[in-house]
């Protein structure tokens, strides 16, 4: 019982130099009705596994001077009480490596009631100055806060995370369940804020956030509701990729003060890699505030590329200054990033939205598809992006390829896959001076050679495919002058065929496809 834990360990393991061997194991254990579950102040070489930590008043793990251990496929659920801050794992000042995984965790919580003043904070899994961390696999979901406090003071604050890593080196975030956590804040003050944190990478050295599944996140009834589904800040060089950022919501009455939402905010990061991620659906209601399924600001050199925004919305209506429903907002300080290969469609407001003081920023090969009420057709009072700046480049300046308008796709009356005329954004100079056509250009650079009674066809590949698509190639032909007929498809880019018997004339035809067009 001592610091209240129902299973205390105390600088155990110190001769273990290699690694992870399991030296020290607590397996198949059940920890309930203390104040943290388990408690580790010292261990080298430590296995907590398989053991089912619930019912404590205020954290479920708390580690701290660990180092080669791991805490697997536990099942930490019910810990928290009134008014505290509550954790299912708190990780704090271990020099790894360290692996948290296969964890469920679930129903972490808080309860602060009225009159109590200060702010509570629940915490899935918490990781903070820990290096060489790994949290992969787990399942964090159903925890939540219930704040029926009516305090004045607005340092009163309370907040949910799902994951949350702070200050740690070279942390690992990856393959992790975060869902269907919850804030229910019962209308309280007109000044304290309520946050909800899918995943909150802060402080970070040298992260990998990777295939994370972050969904159904959600505060109910605030006057300030701040939704984040997956926030990062000053952490440079991080790799962002391949999560999935859908179903989060911010669900507020008209009389909110305020209710944002945004699937993955940036904050002074630089050099960072963002791809192949899915922000998808996150929607707000309530009368005031901005949703964005990807915010950024004050970053530079950072490379977008690759990823699906779609569907990003909001249900109530909203005041100048703070636009709602935006596929990608790029606000002050955005310098020198790159956007490329994106597709970003239906969303409620604009595509890609550039406040004043965004600097050289390239836009090129991105799609953009029926956002901000857009049809197929093209009207100047509805552009899909709006660029505020005036030295970012909306297309690519030596290989004059700029992006796919779903509202601007003909004429291209010269067939160089290039619309005719630019398209004209909103904005006080230049516009996107090469449209694309459609998603795929054309098949280039033809040969074709006759060699022993057969034909030997190469082509090249073409200038540009998009929607992250592969390119394959129906091989057609003529015979005589008749029409052209299918012969083959490939994704290669040559091919050979038998000459047809008494034929006079064969033509041949290749057409590039994907799944997106042709």
């Known amino acids: ?41 010292g261990a080298v070489g430590l296995t907590l596994n398989d053991s089912v930590i619930s019912h404590n008043q205020m954290k479920g793990v708390y580690g701290t001077g660990m180092r080669w251990s791991i805490i697997a496929n536990n099942t930490i659920s019910y810990n928290g009480g009134t008014g505290v801050q509550a954790a299912g794992i708190h990780l704090f000042w271990n020099d790894g490596p360290l692996m948290v ?11 602060r009631e009225n009159g109590s003043g200060s702010g509570v904070e629940v915490k899935g899994i918490f990781s903070t100055s820990n290096t060489d961390i790994q949290i992969t696999d787990n399942i964090v979901r159903d925890n939540y ?41 019962m209308m309280n003050s007109s000044y304290a804020r309520t946050y909800m944190y899918g995943i909150h990478l802060a402080d970070g050295h040298d992260a990998l956030v990777q ?38 919501s911010a669900l507020n009455p008209p009389t909110s003060n305020y209710s ?17 991620n899915e922000v ?38 909203d005041y100048a200054g703070n636009p709602s429903g935006i596929g990608v907002y790029l606000n002050s300080g955005v310098n020198d990033c790159r956007f490329v290969s994106n597709e970003i469609s239906y969303n409620y407001a604009q595509a890609i939205y550039l406040a004043a003081n965004t600097n050289r920023n390239d836009l090129f090969l991105n799609v953009f598809d029926h956002n901000a009420l857009t049809t197929d057709t093209y009207d100047p009072n509805l552009p899909q992006c709006v660029d505020t700046s005036s030295s970012n480049v909306w297309y690519h300046e030596t290989d004059l390829l700029g992006n796919l308008w779903t509202d601007w796709t003909s004429p291209d009356a010269d067939g160089n896959d290039i619309v005719d005329d630019p398209y004209v954004i909103d904005k006080p100079a230049g516009d996107d001076l090469y449209p694309l056509t459609g998603p795929v250009a054309r098949a280039t650079s033809p ?6 009674g057969s034909v030997h066809l190469a082509w090249s590949s073409p200038a540009y495919v998009l929607y992250g698509d592969d390119v394959r190639y129906e091989v057609q032909r003529s015979v005589n002058g008749s029409g052209f007929s299918l012969l083959a498809t490939t994704d290669l880019t040559t091919y050979v065929d038998t000459f047809p018997a008494g034929a006079a004339d064969v033509a041949y035809r290749i057409v590039a496809c994907t799944d997106h067009g042709r």
């Open 101 to 111: 995984s296969g964890n469920e965790v679930h129903d972490t919580y808080s309860i």
């Open 211 to 248: 295939a994370n599944d972050v969904r159904d996140n959600v505060i109910l009834a605030s006057k300030w509701a701040y939704v984040y589904a997956m926030i990062v800040q000053t952490s440079p060089e991080v790799i962002i990729s391949g999560n999935i950022i859908t179903g989060n």
């Open 447 to 452: 040969s074709i050679q006759a060699v022993n």
């Open 145 to 185: 806060l219930v704040d029926t406090d009516m305090a004045l003071a607005s340092n009163s604050n309370s907040r949910v995370y799902g994951v949350h890593s702070l200050s740690d080196t070279r942390p690992v975030l990856m393959d992790n369940e975060v869902r269907g956590n919850e804030a229910l804040a």
């Open 280 to 317: 998808s659906h996150n929607i707000k209601v309530g009368n005031t505030g901005m949703s964005a399924g990807i915010y950024m600001a004050n970053v530079d050199n950072n490379t977008l590329e690759g990823n699906l925004i779609s569907s990003n919305n909001f249900t109530e209506g």
């Open 260 to 276: 944002g939402i945004y699937g993955l905010y940036m904050m002074n990061c630089a050099w960072a890699t963002v791809t192949g």
């Open 1 to 41: 019982t001592y610091y209240g834990a129902a299973i205390h360990i105390e600088d155990v393991g110190d001769d273990a130099g290699g690694p992870i061997d399991g030296r020290i194991s607590l397996e198949g254990m059940s920890c309930s009705n203390s104040i943290e579950g388990v408690r580790v102040d």
